[in-house]
């Protein structure tokens, strides 16, 4: 039924097995499933392995410790999944550049890699604000909370505002199978 | 030399104090095993549901592209009464609830949807992407721990943060929201019930216009 060699499962069943992992995660692990902590973790690494005694004296790295924890294991075990999956169906392939983003913004590589940097830094701020990521946002509303819906709410607002300002005139995706 | 000693000593500390032998068990909130069990599920996922690429996301917010929603709908219709019973029945422990910091949501999310713009990714969606091969995500890494550097050094901490953290409303779901939630919990039902009325009333809805979609263009062809 679960065919690995297929490209796409119906989205019915995706949703499905998404609440189902969740649920195995509440289930073997009290908690949902989340992997944006392992970037604190592997900052806290970087500021251990240089400068020890700035990562004793920081509050920050007392709460974000340098270990591989459950969530660097989450985080591995997705670039796992994805990749056996991907290969599979025949749809691993080395890139750099999305197709629609080569639509919109140009061949560029350099410009790609800027803006995947700068979208990283935000990212990792906005997400440590609120210990949370869009992984977290998916626990939060599954367990009835309007944490997660006014999270979701922000996100969208930011999400399409900043797409109509960056992509401008490019905005408009080539429909593509 | 003994500079680069001193850094090897404490990376052979990182990697002891990693894999000491409580986490190498399989159940537990801190079990290595579990969580590369649980992200390989969560991969397969992912991947099999095209939330690994960059198409998926800025296609979203382009209001071009309906996968999340489709998923989420489903994923919020089934998921919501599982997590429910599950912990009603006792097959689950305490489900982790966030503080309710409405002032930090907001400008936490609104950043967070910036940022996803930008590169089409998030975390999860980033690692399943570098599973399938898109190697820019590499360079997304690099700036999350950056980001995560630059919160330590000057956002922890700060008025900044003490602003955002000021107005906590505690452990807030749904049902304590109308008051009935701090009697009991089951007070919860009748919410998941009127968000499952509303999913399903999406998700006809979004078959009504597959099918609408479908015949016009069986017609055209």
Known sequence: MFDLKKKAWPLV???FLFA???????FVSDRFVGSSRSFA???AMIVYLFNPEHYAASEFFQEYEAQVTWSAMVALGIILGSFVSAVRAGKFRFQALPEMWKDSKGNSVQKRLFWVFISGVLMAISIRIVSGCTLSMIGWTMAMTPAGWLFMGSLWMGGILTTF???NRGLLARPRR | MTYLTSIGNRFAEILQSSFDSSVLTVMGSQSLIAGLLIGFLLGVVLSKGAMDRYETVSGMFRLQNWTFIRVGMWLFFFGMP???FAQKTQMIGSVPLPDFKPLALIIAGYLFGTSMALSGYCPGIGLAALGRGSIDVLVLFGGLVFGNLIFAE?????DFMSLLNSINLGKLTFSKLFGLGYISSWF???VIAGFGVMFAMMIFAMTLIDGFIKSLSKRVS
């Open chain 1, 13 to 15: 069943w995706i949703g």
């Open chain 1, 20 to 26: 189902a992992v969740e649920v195995i995660s509440l």
């Open chain 1, 41 to 43: 973790e592997m900052a």
């Open chain 1, 165 to 167: 300002l960056f992509y």
């Open chain 2, 82 to 84: 599982l997590v429910f």
């Open chain 2, 154 to 158: 000057y956002i922890y901490g700060s």
């Open chain 2, 188 to 190: 919860e039902l009748p």
